[in-house]
């Protein structure tokens, strides 16, 4: 029985997408864009993640020293934690010499700043062994004694966290009205499929077909229109972020900025989701339609 | 086997097309239903299949209210019936065997089966060599007979027929009755809409018959009298 009924299944939804053949298009197209806008912003995510926790990992605590600090004594309670991996001291003329290379061709501005008029603090540069554990080494050596300052770049990576927030929420709001959208179009494809075929279907209903034997083709037929949709999105998006990261990534520049995800567990696990996504998009759509009108 | 009680319908237009009908079919009945035109002949067949529910009224399927019934269950009694609709209702883009097919396909029967059981039903009916025509290249009589084959190739508990002769001559009207009569000595209860008075009365069946949608006649081996 089964099988009998899979081919009747397979053999009608074939008819139904080619005679809805462009809405059909139309409906797949939709959930292509939707899906590659999600994909599109996935891998941004992916990558920003990654180019943040480099950031962070490069990221340095600066330990800025009261005039009268134990030197030794704080060198000593620094090599003792935990998590730290390279502890440097910046004296203030380091500092001020430091300061002046960043001026680069401006360095006259500071020429006032030398000797006893230096106005920077001797200071500690620590380095940890994890990006993540950066704000709780933080925190250890703000309470340090003769400590008088402490920071380690946390508005940059604030900021950084925030910009990926918000670009997150948009691309989330975009991707479910795009989304709704796209289910909205299927429903409505199948919806043709099914008035087309009304006569047709009361008569099965008549003749005791059931629910699943009536409704499986139409199932299908949008579970089919998604996964074409779903496979579109998926090769657009694969081709341009395989361009981008071999064409546009072997350029320094890019490459000084961004270090690309290419490992392949992320990509394919994005790709095969965005496929997933599809189908049941597609399968969603379809069971609301059906739903909705084919009640015995 | 299909049981009545004080069955009405009212139709949303307000037609009143069958009052306070009780009315008994044992199993392996054979009966006439007959009743000039609007009588609610095809109302009543309506309901037994629950293509239509009562107004008001109890109908019982092999003891079973059919009014309870949901989906799976209404599917079940259908299945068990097959049904000759007074307007064919022909999958038009289905050829002859698809369509008689069709009815063993909806109840899961294997390949094997259909392909053995549908030129047996279409010969019965006298469509042999019509396979693979589309309803709309055949004559009214010949649409009517697919359907024909469609209710009984697949061997029902109980043959619900509307009008089944009405477009056909009267020698295969004949012969499509004795195909009834041969599927009732089988045991199937065999249900007839009907204004084939003459051969009502030839075959000495049971007559149920309707006037304005009551039931003015019930009569063993009974006869047609009220006119065609
Ligand atoms: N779906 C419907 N909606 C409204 N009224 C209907 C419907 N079906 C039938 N009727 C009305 O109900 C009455 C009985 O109709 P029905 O089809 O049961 O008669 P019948 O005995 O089968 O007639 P015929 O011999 O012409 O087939 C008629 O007056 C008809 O107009
Ligand atoms: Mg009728």
Known sequence: ?296 | MIELYNVSKVYESGVKAVTDINLRIAKGEFVFLVGPSGAGKSTLTKLIFREQLPTTGQIFFRGRNILRFKGREVLQLRRQIGIVFQDFRLLPRKTVFENVAFALEVIGRPRKEIRRRVPVALAQVGLSGKEDAFPDQLSGGEQQRVGIARAIVKRPLVILADEPTGNLDPGTSREIMDLFEQINRDGATVIIATHAWDIVNRMRKRVVALENGRLVYDEEQGSYSHGA
């Open chain 1, 1 to 296: 029985m089964a099988l009998n009924s899979l081919w009747y299944c397979m053999r009608q939804t074939c008819t139904s997408l080619v005679r809805n053949f462009w809405l059909g298009t139309a409906s797949a197209a939709m959930i292509a864009v939707s899906l590659i806008i999600l994909g599109g912003f996935l891998l941004v995510a992916v990558n920003a993640n990654q180019s943040m926790r480099i950031i962070e990992s490069t990221v340095e605590i600066n330990m800025f020293l009261e005039d009268e600090a134990d030197i030794r004594d704080l060198r000593q309670r620094l090599h003792a934690l935990d998590g730290v991996e390279e502890v440097r001291f910046v004296s203030k003329e380091q500092g001020l010499r430091e300061l002046k290379e960043t001026f680069g061709e401006r360095r006259d501005l500071l020429a006032g700043f030398e000797g006893e008029n230096n106005p920077l603090p001797d200071s500690f540069r620590v380095r940890a062994e994890q990006a993540d554990l950066v704000p709780g080494l933080a925190r250890q050596i703000s309470f340090f004694p003769g400590v008088y300052k402490v920071s380690y770049g946390q508005e940059y990576v604030e900021i950084l966290v925030r910009v990926t927030q918000w670009v997150n929420l948009i691309a989330f709001g975009a991707v479910i009205l795009l989304g709704a959208g796209a289910v909205f179009l299927i429903v409505t494809t199948i919806r043709l499929s099914l008035l087309a075929r009304q006569d047709e279907i009361g008569i099965m209903r008549y003749l005791g077909a059931s629910n699943w034997y009536v409704r499986g083709p139409f199932v299908l037929e949008g579970m089919v229109v998604g996964l074409a949709g779903a496979c579109l999105a998926v090769g657009v998006l694969g081709a341009a972020y395989y361009y981008l990261v071999t064409v546009l990534g072997r350029s320094p520049l890019v490459l000084f900025f961004v270090q690309p995800v290419t490992d392949p567990r992320v990509i394919l696990s994005i790709l095969g989701g965005l496929l997933g996504l599809g189908l049941l998009m597609g399968g969603l759509g379809s069971l609301i339609s059906v739903r909705k009108f084919l009640r015995v």
